[in-house]
């Protein structure tokens, strides 16, 4: 079966994970991804949990590419990467700005041979901008976005996820804005293409995209929304509740309707009936009072007890999983979220990839490879041949993955 995006190469030279995020997705999808590693391979390689000299992460995030090994530092390894953007639809990079023009790899040096690329560039701050060359890490990314400040607690540090959000929502911009990209090249007016373009993505500006109503309601009403603990400001309710078994139960049960069904389903009619509950605006002016009321009642029901009151009476709830609960969780396994791949004859589970298309589904076809894995088989597609190859490895401009 035909993947959507096949037919389509992709040159990834970005490391760690928002530009490797966005190129896993396309490969995903049926893209050749071809990543290009330094010698000493991506950081990633050895980050987080290793098994067997590998990180168990790599083996997901790199799942579906074509690695080779390139010192982009010599003029030998620059030139291999000039030809092998000419051979393709899509280049990834997430450089400091400024790197892969002192390289001589910027898009306006490319156009000339390849005017349709697309060329995705991921980094802190943008392209262009007073903050352009300010090294630009997830984490202080997330803190200018205006992200960080409405997490976490009132008086207290903001908190982070325990995740690299800022990376992984800025690699699925990049994915958004190459399929418009090429969107766009493959629309023809007047006989003409408009060729191919750069998608500028920054890191704080994909946080800065999740903000919701933060920006008009400061501009319009001079709110700054705060960090709001385990509820949201304004939605009244939604809250994580602790129950009997000391396992945590979300209930959101903001809307009008639905409140009442919460109300009937804890055993609290009366407040179901009354109007000053009958909104959500005036039920944020007794949010203290109806989160009382329902820690009271999670607090003397275990989760699958509450869950099933609630369920019953359609309310939206759910709990709070981590990586154990989802993998025994049968709607998981049903909805095939997880995936079998084979590390040296050993089973590893790594998760599938959204969103599902009923047609042409995506699917991991093996997983992240060795350092240098594909060299010889993409330096042969553009014409080297294996004397060439070999000259190139003994001379370090190539790793060279038997050494």
């Known amino acids: 079966m035909n993947k959507p995006l096949q037919g389509l190469r992709v040159v990834e030279l970005g490391q760690l994970l928002a530009g490797p995020f966005a190129g896993c997705m396309l490969g995903y999808f049926g893209a050749e991804v071809i990543k290009v590693e330094p010698p000493g391979g991506d950081p990633i390689r ?11 992460w790599w083996r997901s995030l790199a799942r579906n590419k074509k690695c080779i090994s390139l010192d982009l530092k010599t003029t030998e390894g620059r030139d291999l990467v000039k030809r092998l953007l000419k051979t393709a ?6 450089f400091r700005p400024g790197v892969l023009e002192d390289w001589g790899l910027c898009p306006e040096s490319l156009r000339a041979d390849n005017p349709n690329l697309v060329y ?11 903050y352009a060359k300010k090294p630009g890490f997830a984490s202080a990314c997330e803190a200018i976005s205006g992200f960080r400040y409405v997490n976490g607690y009132p008086g207290e540090a903001p908190v982070r996820p325990n995740l690299s959000i800022g990376d992984t929502v800025s690699g699925l911009h990049a994915v958004i804005g190459i399929l418009m990209a090429l969107r766009s090249r493959d629309q023809v007016t007047n ?12 890191l704080y500006e994909s946080m800065f995209n999740l903000l919701e109503a933060v920006v008009p309601e400061y501009d319009g009403a001079g709110v700054i929304r705060q960090p709001s603990g385990t ?26 309707s639905i409140f009442s069904r919460l109300m009937v389903a804890v055993g609290r009619p009366d407040m179901a009936e009354d109007k000053k509950y009958s909104s959500n605006a005036e039920r944020v002016v007794h949010e203290a009072d109806i989160d009382l009321v329902l820690a009271n009642w999670c607090a003397s029901h275990s989760l699958a007890k509450a869950m099933a009151i609630l369920e019953e009476h359609l309310v939206p709830c759910g709990p709070v999983y981590n990586v154990a609960d989802m993998m025994q969780d049968e709607h998981f396994k049903y909805r095939e979220l ?16 959204l969103p599902k298309l009923q047609s042409t589904p995506g699917g991991t076809e093996w997983p992240g490879p060795e350092l240098g894995s594909h060299t010889d088989e993409v330096l ?17 401009v190539v790793a060279d993955p038997k050494s």
């Open 46 to 56: 050895n980050w987080r949990e290793v098994k067997d000299g590998t990180s168990l």
């Open 89 to 94: 639809d899509i280049v990834i990079e997430n």
């Open 120 to 130: 995705a560039r991921i980094s802190g701050y943008g392209q262009t901008g007073p």
């Open 191 to 202: 006989g003409s293409s408009a060729g191919g373009q750069v998608v500028d993505v920054a």
């Open 231 to 256: 509820t949201v400001t304004g939605i009244v309710p939604t809250n994580t509740y602790k129950c009997a078994d000391d396992k945590f139960l979300v209930i959101g049960g903001n809307g009008d």
């Open 338 to 353: 997880f995936e079998n791949i084979e590390i040296n004859g050993e089973s590893l589970k790594i998760p599938a990839m």
């Open 380 to 396: 042969s597609s553009l014409g080297l041949d294996a004397e060439h190859i070999a000259q190139l490895k003994s001379t370090g």
